[in-house]
């Protein structure tokens, strides 16, 4: 569990450098130099992301659990999950869901957060998805009172949406029928009619 709390102190402490203090990010941006800095920026995400993953799969492995999540539950997360692959996609495609949705990669990593806090109740998934949520949370309302920082994106186009819609819903349903299975080692449609994961 030491090393699943270091790595995710590591991971947001580093994006959340804007959200305490957008101007000191720019003066030591200015004075190291944006490569420089990307590059320590960089390097402590990583190192934090590689010690939360490690750490994760240890702690989950000492289950402890703080709440049973019903079935019903289960299938809600699918529901809730739906629209974050579109919402992903959309973050690099300029249209009308990415206008709609205003930071569509923050929505998109909230609902995937309460979707799997709705279907997992051990502490390990509780500390990892929490702190997500609770993390693009607090950015999106920071974003109120700080520009965001510029994304690399396509040329806007009317069939932007459109791409965003069916290759989201592709990689959903990939994750769905086995991928999701591949990557995590959780298959979802035994786990979903109570077959535990």
């Given at each position: 569990m030491t090393l699943f709390?270091?790595?995710?102190?590591?991971?947001?402490?580093?994006?959340?450098?804007?959200?305490?203090?957008?101007?000191?990010?720019?003066?030591?941006?200015?004075?190291?130099?944006?490569?420089v800095w990307q590059g320590v920026y960089s390097l402590i995400s990583l190192?934090?992301?590689?010690?939360?993953?490690?750490?994760?799969g240890m702690a989950r492995q000492v289950a402890l659990p703080l709440y049973a999540p019903p079935l019903w539950a289960r299938h809600l997360a699918l529901l809730?999950?739906?629209?974050?692959?579109?919402?992903?996609?959309?973050?690099?495609l300029p249209g009308?869901?990415?206008?709609?949705?205003?930071?569509?990669?923050?929505l998109a990593t909230m609902l995937w957060a309460v979707a799997h806090l709705l279907a997992n109740g051990n502490l390990a998934d509780v500390l990892l998805f929490g702190a997500f949520l609770t993390w693009a949370a607090?950015?999106?309302?920071?974003?109120?009172?700080?520009?965001?920082r510029p994304l690399p994106m396509?040329?806007?186009?009317?069939?932007?949406?459109?791409?965003?819609?069916?290759?989201?819903t592709g990689i959903y349903l990939a994750f769905l029928f086995g991928l999701h299975q591949w990557l995590i080692g959780v298959p979802i449609l035994p786990w979903i009619r109570g077959g535990g994961g």
């Open positions: 709390v270091i790595g995710l102190l590591l991971f947001f402490a580093a994006h959340s450098v804007s959200i305490i203090d957008a101007a000191w990010r720019d003066r030591m941006a200015a004075r190291l130099g944006e490569p190192l934090g992301l590689a010690l939360m993953i490690w750490g994760y809730v999950m739906l629209p974050v692959f579109p919402l992903l996609i959309a973050t690099y009308r869901i990415q206008h709609a949705a205003r930071h569509p990669m923050l607090v950015d999106r309302l920071s974003l109120s009172r700080r520009m965001p396509l040329p806007a186009g009317k069939r932007n949406d459109l791409i965003a819609l069916a290759g989201g």
